[in-house]
């Protein structure tokens, strides 16, 4: 249908570029979070009913189709989805979204002879495969499908060196000669670099690559714009692009790590120092009992909470068990490391959704200097964000990453599975001080027991 | 094709509000806001409804209909999983009437 005329649909491409620099505002303050994603759906909507009211489009029952398979997808995994999953989830969408930019743009391409029009054709098609691939092996990261350590093998930088050639090459052919089998080849050499991109990067690491992953999708989407000679792509694409760009190196710095670090770290042999070996050093293993003892005749705790938290679904547990101990005249408050969880802010998601009040969620730069007064840290399974080998191994993978000091509290309570390093597979001093005891098991069935041993107390 | 120049203003000008909007968000937004430029780009689906309707040939309108349903999921899923994990953070408030005061000092 053309019911709009060109003007009209200018205009109301316009309003919804407007509603997505709304919507991204909005989601950068607690206040108006949720109405700015309300707003950017409703900008998605308003372009999404203008492509259809202006272009002159047939398939319509097709293309109707294919969106309600896709909503009927999309929906119930979005609502379904357990909250410690939720990084998958977002790398899921990102690399989908990346793989339709990169189809989008080869279909295109027949229709296209302007050379700079090419050029914008093998971008997106060149970055939405890195996109899609990435995306891909850091779901498999995350849901430890594939090694979360960094995956490198001898040869590497040479084959990564010959893709990327080949795919400058595979593109030089397409913006000559517009060859849809050399489009097929730089498609190929596409999702080949977004492997070899994202295997060497250490699990710790996956939430700045999804983030990367993001910005690079944008700028594909960017790019699709010109290709259709479409503002709205333009626009949005390149303010996901830039948006994204910005907060990969701001979770980058809230790590202590520069984004060429994380993407190429492991080829100079410093993130690789870790190991998964299990430690059979002596540590000074404690009983609920006496966890329960520790924590409710401390004045002042400090829950400092990990992924290992969220995997065990203890959130709740140890929203009862703060409940508790404030009931006994204990103050608690939970000390979240910017990237506790999997995802910078995971954790503040994690513990919302448990009903922890806000004010007693403390950042890292307000918990640090309180540790001095606190009687007791309580870690639940976190390892490497209170790993003093941050601050002291230089060699270590996470060496410069700010840490939550519970060094500094009178006593240290580790609630973890086992001996195993964390996440980014280094061992942590600290399990070995003499003012160190461990709990040993699931988060939450140890906390429900501590718990029952406050409440006894 | 559109004017090489007015693009490139749209781009610039586009890149310098990215840059901006997002500049000083708290580190407990970042997964939020992450998901929900994530959303933004599905805006790709606006392209592949534009070139599935243009599609003659039955393989290329497969093609721009897996593109069709991948942007979809991308547009659709990411907003609505970025409300999911927005409804937690603001959940608490109704309940807690004074938590706003300790909100505005962060």
Same mark, same amino acid.
């Not at chain 1, 009209?8 to 309003?15: G, N, P, R, V």
């Given at each position: 249908?053309s ?13 919804a ?10 989601l ?14 409703a900008?998605a ?6 492509v ?29 989805? /357990?909250?410690? *999953? ?23 391409l %027949? ?13 997106t ?10 995306s891909?092996?850091t779901?498999?990261?995350? /849901?430890?499908?594939i ?8 040869g ?9 050639l ?20 730089l ?8 492997? $070899? ?5 250490? @699990?710790?690491?996956?939430?700045i690559?999804?983030?990367?992953l ?13 290709v259709? @000679? ?6 949005? %694409? ?17 790590? @202590? ?7 190429? %770290? ?7 120092a ?15 009992e006496?966890?329960?003892?520790q924590?409710?005749?401390? *004045?002042r ?60 969620l403390?950042? $890292? ?12 840290a ?37 609630l ?11 061992e ?23 718990? %029952? ?5 | 094709?559109?004017?090489p120049i ?13 840059f ?39 393989w ?6 897996i ?9 659709? @899923?990411?907003?609505?999983?970025t ?24």
């Amino acid at each position: 249908m053309s019911v709009l005329g060109p003007g009209w649909t200018a205009l109301f491409y316009l309003a919804a570029s407007v509603c997505f620099i709304l919507a991204l505002k909005g989601l950068s303050s607690p206040r108006t979070a949720r109405r700015g994603n309300a707003i950017g759906a409703a900008g998605a909507l308003l372009a999404v009913v203008t492509v259809f009211l202006s272009a002159k489009l047939e398939n319509i029952p097709l293309i109707l189709a294919a969106i309600a398979v896709g909503s009927a997808v999309a929906v119930p995994v979005a609502r379904r989805v /357990q909250m410690t *999953q939720m990084p998958q989830l977002v790398a899921l969408f990102n690399g989908v979204g990346g793989g339709a930019a990169a189809l989008v743009a080869l279909l295109e391409l %027949g229709h296209n002879e302007d050379p700079w029009v090419r050029l914008a054709v093998v971008f997106t098609m060149l970055v939405g495969a890195v996109s899609f691939a990435g995306s891909a092996v850091t779901v498999g990261k995350l /849901q430890e499908l594939i090694s979360t350590r960094p995956l490198v093998f001898p040869g590497m930088p040479v084959l990564m060196g010959a893709v990327v050639l080949g795919a400058v090459a595979a593109g030089g052919f397409v913006v000559a000669t517009g060859s849809a089998g050399w489009a097929v080849a730089l498609v190929v050499l596409g999702l080949a670099a977004g492997f $070899l991109l994202v295997l060497p990067v250490g @699990g710790a690491d996956v939430p700045i690559v999804i983030s990367l992953l993001n910005a690079f999708t944008g700028l594909a989407v960017a790019a699709s714009g010109i290709v259709l @000679g479409n503002v709205l792509l333009l626009v949005a %694409g390149t303010l996901v692009g830039a948006s994204g760009t910005i907060l990969t190196k701001v979770m980058a710095s809230a790590m @202590g790590r520069g984004v060429t670090g994380i993407m190429f %770290g492991a080829f100079r042999g410093g993130s690789t120092a870790g190991s998964t070996a299990q430690s059979d050093r002596p540590v000074r293993s404690s009983s609920p009992e006496d966890v329960a003892v520790q924590l409710g005749y401390a *004045q002042r705790v400090v829950i400092v909470p990990g992924y290992g938290l969220a995997v065990a679904q203890g959130q709740h547990t140890i929203a009862e068990l703060a409940t508790a101990l404030a009931a006994r005249g204990v103050e608690v408050v939970f000390a979240i490391h910017p990237v506790a969880g999997r995802m910078p802010g995971h954790m503040n998601v994690l513990l919302a959704e448990a009903n922890v009040p806000y004010e007693a969620l403390k950042e $890292l730069e307000e918990a640090n200097p309180e540790f001095p007064n606190t009687d007791v840290a309580l870690v639940v399974g976190a390892n490497d964000v209170v790993n003093p080998a941050a601050k002291h191994t230089p060699g270590a993978p996470i060496y410069g990453m700010p840490i939550l000091e519970v060094a500094q509290a009178g006593q240290v309570v580790f609630l973890k599975r086992s001996m195993r390093p964390g996440f980014a597979g280094i061992e942590n001093e600290l399990l070995f001080d003499p003012k160190t005891t461990l709990l040993f098991g699931d988060a939450k069935d140890s906390l429900t027991r501590v718990l %029952g041993a406050v409440k006894a107390l | 094709m559109m004017d090489p120049i007015t693009l490139l203003t749209v781009v610039v000008l586009a890149v310098f509000v990215g840059f901006e909007v997002v500049s000083k968000v708290t580190s407990k937004l970042h997964t939020p806001l992450m998901s929900g430029a994530n959303a933004i780009h599905g805006i790709i689906l606006v392209g592949a409804i534009i070139v599935a309707g243009q599609a003659s040939d039955p393989w290329l309108l497969t093609i721009a209909l897996i593109a069709v349903v991948l942007a979809t999921v991308n547009l659709v @899923g990411g907003f609505v999983v970025t409300d999911r994990m927005l409804e937690m953070f603001g959940s608490r408030k109704p309940s807690r009437p004074r938590a706003g005061a300790g909100e505005d000092g962060t």
